[in-house]
């Protein structure tokens, strides 16, 4: 994932391409068009929060937020291949302990001001600020000055509140000239460089700081698409920026359609109505009845994405970890990925996915192996009463395989377990931010880079930004951090200390691994040069009106 030593023209690559490229037939029996006049319809849903980078960690949001921002680096969609988008040149130390920035000049954003270095050190000490309540805060932990900005909440839910931070400005970040800076992190963080290319890193503009309501109302970006206009919950709009310096998109406007569940959207595709969906319904998976339904109008690829049950860990009912074990060797991984998924989903050993730098088979041990017998007698052991709740949002399409999880479980643990839905993703979101949930719940994971470590810091560390179980354990969180040094040095060796800590998490349990998210989609006979990313997005950039 990372490499100690400079970062200029060139690209760190994945061990394999993790997309797959598709052709759309040429032509359409309805209305026609081209890449300049018309108008593309891609399946989406609701963002969780307003579309500020800082604040944009789900799936929904983000592919909005690649489209409208640019940030120094971005990720072959094929190749998933680091490439320096905004950036003319990164240099990190030897030691791993500096990292040195030079911007392209003359790129703009979308109200015509220049993006300058002053653009990356503010967005930056913005989002790492706990004032400005980021979900990406933790991203920046490595930077000096990042305990100065960034205070915790010491009882969280209950009435003391945090300490105001000591300054606005992270020491570690440091302006040389209008077109470059410079980083400094406490320890040795090579890492950092292949982070670079996450929404999070983007740019803010000037406007942004002046008035902060007016950009959540109409965002404004440095990237490939500008924002037009927006309905909430039902579509958002987008229009190529022609002035973008970067690779342009051949198509002129895009908008995401949030009013539609799965099965109406791949209906929609199906009559040529929506002309892009990244997920096909679970009822069309059945004997792959959407490649028949759709013909070569249809693709399938890996994703850098995992499929988890977590388990809030601020309710005290799920505090045993024998009861979390058992849950997870009640269930029957590969069953469900043949009965639900029709063999599109294949079922994970560990906390990470196949073919990632650093990943390492079997990482979760026994605990990760169907197994009901040793599940009933930790259960047994556990003491857990009540009956057992699965949780998730009903327009996901994850009904399907969370009932039959739970009819595994209810076989295995004798005890009633139900699916609970929630009506929509964001709904689900807002529960998961508010530490609300009082039932285990469905939980994913797209990776944002390509490394075993992005599997682990941003979800099992205490307070990682996505950790949404409120999981911490003081030895996980040394022995990711001793990783996270190791790699400027030995990156086998950051990775066997990374290996150790998936087994130390995997002891305690604080999700259950279920599989690896492949990836099934389609799109409408109106599109040619179909590609979607390892992030399951539709690649914007290279899709065209054929």
């Known amino acids: 994932m990372r490499k100690g030593r400079a970062l200029s023209l060139i690209a760190l690559p994945v061990s394999v391409a993790l997309a797959v490229a598709g052709c759309g037939g040429g032509g359409n029996s309805g209305s026609g068009g081209d890449n300049e006049s018309t108008e593309i319809t891609v399946h989406g849903t609701e963002p969780e929060n307003p579309l500020v ?46 990292m040195t920035v030079v911007l392209k000049k003359g790129w703009k954003f979308h109200d015509n001001t220049e993006v300058k270095a002053d653009n990356y050190i503010n967005a930056w000490n913005y989002t790492a600020n706990s004032k400005s309540g980021q979900q990406g805060a933790s991203f920046f932990e490595p930077v000096v000055g990042y305990e100065d900005v960034h205070t915790t909440d010491p009882d969280e839910n209950g009435p003391q509140k945090a300490p105001e931070p000591k300054t606005d400005k992270m020491s570690g970040l440091k302006k040389v000239d209008d077109y470059q800076f410079t980083v400094d992190f406490t320890k040795s963080h090579a890492v950092f460089q292949k982070k670079l290319g996450y929404g999070v890193f983007s740019p803010l503009p000037d406007s942004f700081f002046k008035d902060p309501k007016a950009f959540e109302d109409k965002p404004v970006g440095n990237g490939p698409f500008k924002f037009v206009s ?235 930004s996505s950790n949404d179980g409120n999981y911490s354990n003081r030895a996980v969180d040394e022995k990711l951090s001793q990783a996270d040094v190791a790699f400027a040095t030995s990156p086998p060796e950051a990775y066997r200390l990374y290996h150790e800590a998936e087994g130390m998490i995997a002891k305690d349990m604080p999700a259950v691994p279920l599989w690896n998210t492949t990836t099934q989609y389609g799109w409408s006979k109106r599109l040619k040069n179909v590609r979607i990313t390892p992030q399951r997005e539709l690649d914007l950039i290279n899709v065209e009106v054929g």
Not at 69 to 84: N, Q, R
Request: charged share 25%; aromatic share 10%; hydrophobic share 30%.
């Open 53 to 98: 980078p800082g604040n944009t960690t789900e799936a929904g949001g983000s592919k909005i937020i690649d489209a409208l921002f640019t940030g120094l680096t971005e990720y072959d969609s094929v190749t998933y291949e680091t490439k320096l988008a905004n950036a003319e040149k990164i240099d990190v130390s030897p030691d791993g302990k500096k």
């Open 230 to 464: 927006r309905l909430p919950s039902q579509e958002l709009k987008v229009e190529r920026f022609d002035a973008f310096l970067g690779q342009k998109p051949k198509v002129k406007k895009v908008k995401f359609d949030f009013g539609k569940d799965l099965e109406a959207g791949y209906a929609a595709v199906r009559s040529n109505e929506l002309d892009f969906i990244d997920t096909i319904a679970p009822s069309k998976l059945v004997s792959n009845l959407y490649k028949t339904e759709l013909k070569d109008r249809s693709g399938s690829g890996d994703l850098m994405s995992i499929q988890i049950i977590v388990f809030p860990l601020y309710d005290k009912k799920f505090a045993n970890p024998d009861f979390r074990k058992a849950i997870s060797m009640a269930i029957n991984r590969q069953e469900i990925t043949e009965k639900v998924f029709a063999g599109n989903r294949k079922p994970v050993k560990g906390y990470g996915v196949p073919n990632l730098p650093g990943w390492t088979d079997g990482g979760c041990g026994e605990f990760c192996e169907y197994n009901p017998q040793k599940a009933k007698e930790l259960f047994d052991k556990s003491g857990y009463q009540g009956p057992i709740e699965i949780t998730s949002n009903a327009d996901g399409g994850h009904r399907e395989w969370a009932t039959a999880a739970c009819g595994q479980i209810r076989n295995a643990l004798g005890r009633e377990c139900n699916f609970v839905p929630v009506q929509t993703f964001g709904e689900m979101r807002q529960k998961t931010n508010a530490h609300s949930h009082n039932a285990i719940y469905r939980g994913g994971w797209i990776a944002d880079y390509p490394d075993i470590e992005n599997f682990l810091n941003p979800l099992y560390k205490s307070g990682g």
